[in-house]
């Protein structure tokens, strides 16, 4: 049972341009979202987040917004560079109690951005 | 900049042997998670830990898994009888209060 679901397993685009990361997810439990980066041989690195009861967040070149209705949010990354080739995770999370927040992951997405 | 530290890298070994994995979060978080990738797939949620007992634990983390805070740095997860489908690479994160969990490099288990 996917309740984050990432449907593309990889995307190029051209240096300069705009990179657009899609995320569904079905649990409308899922209360705050992240985005993570992974690059090979490391651990998921944090990247920018969004409340439920947001529909953008902004961070420099990153940008997540946040579509409740459809159950859909995406990480806009703008201007794209090489080094932000990587595999973009999106993240759900509930308040699972004790403080503690479980995260659910989607299967990633590869980025690949080209000079 | 503060970081999730894990011990090994790598470690091979034999099908029915037990593995400790060992993870330094940091130091002022009070939330303590792993999380595996098994190869070619998500990262899933095997556990989270506070106030030195687990608060909430998946379907993936069975007898065979425990996790222990044996001193004030250390947080260890062991498989008692490891199995091929264990072969993976365990993620330890920790937090503070909020949503974000900061991830360890990892620990990559492969089981012969």
């Known amino acids: 049972d996917q309740q984050v679901k990432q449907n593309s397993p990889s995307l190029s685009v051209q240096e300069g341009r705009i990179s657009i990361l899609n995320c569904d997810y079905t649990n409308s439990m899922f209360d705050y979202f992240l985005w993570y980066k992974k690059y090979p041989a490391e651990g998921p690195t944090f990247l920018i987040s969004i409340s439920s009861i947001k529909d953008k967040n902004e961070d420099g070149r990153f940008t997540v917004f946040l579509n409740k209705s459809a159950k859909h949010l995406s990480l806009h990354i703008v201007p794209s560079q090489p080094g932000d080739s990587a595999v973009y995770f999106c993240?759900?999370?509930?308040?699972?109690?004790?403080?503690?927040?479980?995260?659910?992951f989607g299967k990633g997405t590869k980025l690949s951005v080209i000079p | 900049e503060p970081e999730v530290t894990q011990t090994p890298s790598h470690q091979v070994t034999q099908m029915g042997q037990e593995v400790i994995l060992r993870c330094v979060p940091i130091s002022n978080h009070l939330y303590f998670y792993w999380y595996r990738q098994i190869l070619g797939q998500k990262v899933e949620f095997l556990v989270s830990f506070y106030n030195n007992e687990i608060s909430e634990k998946s379907e993936i983390f069975d007898d065979q898994f425990s996790v222990e805070r044996p001193d004030g740095s250390n947080f260890t997860l062991k498989i008692r009888s490891t199995k091929l489908e264990d072969s993976a690479m365990y993620f330890c994160?920790?937090?503070?209060?909020?949503?974000?969990?900061?991830f360890g490099a990892g620990s990559r288990l492969t089981v012969l």
């Open positions: 993240a759900a999370s509930e308040y699972s109690g004790a403080g503690s927040y479980q995260l659910t």
């Open positions: 994160a920790s937090s503070v209060e909020v949503n974000v969990l900061t």
